[in-house]
C-alpha cells in the first residue's frame, strides 16, 4: 500500500512567480509509478505526468517540471512564471500494484493576477 | 481521444433509495476504478475492476457495490443511500497497471 503527503494545503502566488508543490511518498513496492493530476474549476482531473521509479531523471514540459528523488520519497512538482490558467487543485499518486491509485489531500494553488 | 462518460454531472436522492452511477469508457480499457472525493480528503478508492464481471474492494467498500457486466461498463451502486454518501464520485479507467488513469467529469450526489 502507498502513502502519499503532500503538505501544503494551499498556496497562493502572484502571477510570474515559481511555485514548487511538494510530495512525499510511502511505499513498500520496489516497483511503483508516480503520478501528478490537475483539476480546475471545472473538476475533471487531467493527467499531467507519469514517473516509473527506476527513472530518476528530472522532467520538464515547458512551465512544468519535477523533481524526483527517491533517497528522500519524493516527487515535487515546479511551476515556472506561473499563470492565472495554472489555478486548479493537483494531486500527487503514486501506485504500486494493480490497484488504483493512492491520492494525496491535494494543493489547492490559487495564482493572482 | 479516451473518453469516459459519466450519466448524469448532478444527482440528488433520498435517503434509502437505491442509487445507480453509470460510467462508460469507449478506449477498451481493461481496469476501470470508482472514487470518491471530499473536501480535504482527496480522493478515495472505492471499487476497481479488472475485467468483466471481475471485482475487488478499494479502501472504502462499504455502502456500495459495483457491477460490470461489458468491458466498457462499470457501474456503482448505492444499496440504500444515506445522507453520509453524499459526495463527487469521478470514475476512472487505464489500459494497464503502469499507464495513467483517465477520469470522467463526475457525478455530484446530493443524498437529502
Known amino acids: 500500500a502507498q502513502k502519499v503527503t503532500q503538505a501544503q494545503t494551499e498556496i497562493s502566488v502572484v502571477e510570474k512567480e515559481d511555485v514548487t508543490l511538494d510530495c512525499v511518498y510511502e511505499?513498500?513496492?520496489?516497483?511503483?509509478?508516480l503520478f501528478w493530476y490537475k483539476q480546475p474549476p471545472s473538476g475533471e482531473l487531467v493527467f499531467l505526468i507519469r514517473?516509473?521509479?527506476?527513472?530518476?531523471q528530472n522532467e520538464i514540459s515547458g512551465r512544468y517540471s519535477w523533481n524526483f528523488q527517491k533517497s528522500t520519497s519524493s516527487f515535487n512538482f515546479t511551476i515556472t512564471a506561473s499563470q492565472v490558467v495554472d489555478s486548479a487543485v493537483y494531486f500527487c499518486a503514486p501506485r504500486g500494484g494493480a490497484d488504483g491509485l493512492t491520492f494525496g489531500k491535494g494543493t489547492h494553488l490559487i495564482i493572482q493576477p | 481521444d479516451v473518453k469516459v462518460t459519466q450519466s448524469s454531472r448532478y444527482l440528488v436522492k433520498r435517503t434509502g433509495e437505491k442509487v445507480f452511477l453509470e460510467c462508460v469508457q469507449d478506449m477498451d480499457h481493461e481496469n476501470m476504478f470508482w472514487y470518491r472525493q471530499d473536501p480535504g480528503l482527496g480522493l478515495r478508492l472505492i471499487y476497481f475492476?479488472?475485467?468483466?464481471?471481475?471485482?475487488e474492494k478499494g479502501d472504502i467498500p462499504e455502502g456500495y457495490s459495483v457491477s460490470r457486466e461489458k468491458k466498457e461498463r462499470f457501474s456503482l451502486i448505492l444499496e440504500s443511500a444515506s445522507t453520509n454518501q453524499t459526495s463527487m464520485y469521478l470514475c476512472?479507467?487505464?489500459?494497464?497497471?503502469?499507464?495513467?488513469?483517465?477520469f470522467g467529469p463526475g457525478t455530484r450526489l446530493t443524498v437529502t
Open positions: 476512472a479507467s487505464t489500459k494497464g497497471d503502469s499507464y495513467e488513469q483517465y
Open positions: 514517473r516509473n521509479s527506476f527513472d530518476e
Open positions: 475492476s479488472y475485467d468483466v464481471k471481475m471485482k
Open positions: 511505499t513498500r513496492d520496489t516497483t511503483y509509478y
